[in-house]
Each structure stands twice: as structure tokens, then as C-alpha cells.
């Protein structure tokens, strides 16, 4: 009998408890409101560290995957070194892409591995390299692209006469000094063109600020190979 006792009074307690709750928000929207408005910022916070974590943590697993590249062929003898440069190691069992370059800048002496294909997978764990353009460090012009809240974050205040220097996977190294700055439509694709030089193209999303809106603009800058 007391056990029954005990239960129902539990029951009609936590009715009560329940009701008040319910009578407490509803006399108060506000408080919704404003816990939805907690919610939603914590959310909005937790992303952009959640993929810049990602975004280091992929260059740590792709630095491996680059010298598993460069010494396999480095290593190789003279007559299968043509056939090692065609091998791919991917930097995790999933991957879709693999690194086919080292691209750093003096200013800020930071380092990226660059990933093949220009995606939105690949680039959401490093800057990629188009394709279509020329390989890096051969003849032409080489378009590495990136997030601009990521990766080339560092580029906001980049300045002609800058230097980057580019390793390829037999380990040549060759310098690039920023020529030209723009800022350009998302439609505007004269930068990926072919150049009757040796240079490299780094493009990013435009503006820098953190806004919902979306970018309609892009950075890009234009590396010509520098002579020492």
C-alpha cells in the first residue's frame, strides 16, 4: 500500500514538475527563444573548428603519403624511375585523391601537400591541384585552389614580390614570386588558361570574413618562376 502510495505521488510530481515547465515556457517565449539561439551559435562555433581540425589532421596523414611518394621514387633505379612517377599512395584507405605536390610560403613559412583533383571532397582536407592545368613545376600554368577559412587563410595578406616554393615528386624545388593580385568573379576563368611560362595560380574564395552569404568572388594570385 505505501509502495502504491509512493508511486502515484511520483507520478503526480512528475506531472506537476511537467506542467510547471511547460507553463513557465509558454508564460515566456522568450526563453525559447533565446535557448535556440545558444543552440544554434554552439552549432555554428563547433563546425568551423570541426573542419579546420579535419583540415590539420589530413595534412599530418597526407606529409606521410608525400614522402611514401618521394622515396619510392627517389629510391627507384634510373630505368623505373618513369614508371614509379605514375604511382599513387593514398593518405587513408578512403581516399579519392592522393598528393602530387609541396607548396610553401616564405612569408609565413606554412607548408601544404597538395592533393589531385580540384573537388569539394579533396579540398575539404587540403589545396588541390587542377588537373587540367599543368603539373607542378613543368611548363605552363599550375592552379592550385583551397578554402579561404583553411588553408590559404594566410593569403588574405599576401603582397606582389612574395615567394612560394613548390617541391614535385622528384624532389625539384623551384621558386615562385608573386606577380599579380585580383579579385575576380566566380565566373571569371581566364586565370586557368594556359601561360607561356613556367608559373603557378593560387585561388581562393573572396572575401575573408565569416558570413552566411555566398561568395560570389575569388583571390587570385599569379606566381611567375624565379630565377635566383
Known amino acids: 500500500m505505501n509502495k502504491a502510495n509512493s508511486s502515484n505521488r511520483c507520478k503526480s510530481d512528475s506531472i506537476v514538475l511537467t506542467t510547471n515547465t511547460k507553463d513557465k515556457f509558454s508564460k515566456n517565449p522568450y526563453k525559447?527563444?533565446?535557448l535556440s539561439l545558444?543552440?544554434?551559435?554552439?552549432?555554428?562555433?563547433?563546425k568551423p573548428s570541426y573542419l579546420y581540425a579535419k583540415s590539420v589532421l589530413a595534412?599530418?596523414?597526407?606529409?606521410?603519403?608525400?614522402?611514401?611518394?618521394?622515396q619510392t621514387y627517389?629510391?627507384?633505379?634510373?630505368?623505373?624511375k618513369q614508371q614509379h612517377s605514375q604511382e599513387k599512395y593514398l593518405p587513408w584507405q578512403w581516399a579519392d585523391s592522393?598528393?602530387?605536390?609541396?607548396?610553401?610560403?616564405?612569408?609565413?613559412?606554412?607548408?601544404?601537400?597538395?592533393?589531385?583533383?580540384?573537388?569539394?571532397r579533396a579540398m575539404a582536407f587540403a589545396p588541390t591541384w587542377l588537373e587540367?592545368?599543368?603539373k607542378p613545376n613543368q611548363y605552363g600554368n599550375t592552379v592550385i585552389s583551397a578554402h579561404n577559412d583553411s588553408h590559404f587563410n594566410v593569403l588574405e595578406d599576401?603582397?606582389?614580390?612574395?615567394?612560394?616554393?613548390?617541391?614535385?615528386?622528384?624532389?625539384?624545388?623551384?621558386?615562385?614570386?608573386?606577380?599579380?593580385?585580383?579579385?575576380?568573379?566566380?565566373?571569371d576563368v581566364s586565370s586557368y588558361l594556359f601561360q607561356d611560362?613556367?608559373?603557378?595560380?593560387?585561388?581562393?574564395?573572396?572575401?575573408?570574413?565569416?558570413?552566411n552569404k555566398i561568395k560570389t568572388q575569388r583571390l587570385v594570385i599569379q606566381a611567375v618562376k624565379y630565377n635566383h
Request: hydrophobic fraction near 45%.
Open 132 to 134: 587540367d592545368s599543368a
Open 32 to 34: 525559447i527563444i533565446l
Open 158 to 187: 599576401s603582397d606582389v614580390g612574395e615567394e612560394f616554393l613548390l617541391e614535385d615528386q622528384q624532389g625539384k624545388i623551384l621558386t615562385y614570386r608573386i606577380t599579380t593580385i585580383n579579385i575576380v568573379s566566380e565566373y
Open 59 to 70: 595534412q599530418v596523414l597526407l606529409k606521410h603519403a608525400w614522402q611514401e611518394t618521394q
Open 98 to 120: 592522393y598528393p602530387v605536390a609541396k607548396l610553401t610560403y616564405k612569408k609565413n613559412n606554412v607548408s601544404w601537400i597538395i592533393m589531385a583533383g580540384m573537388t569539394g
Open 38 to 46: 545558444i543552440v544554434i551559435a554552439c552549432l555554428l562555433l563547433i
Open 197 to 211: 611560362e613556367t608559373m603557378i595560380t593560387l585561388i581562393t574564395c573572396y572575401p575573408f570574413e565569416v558570413t
Open 74 to 80: 627517389l629510391q627507384a633505379p634510373e630505368q623505373d
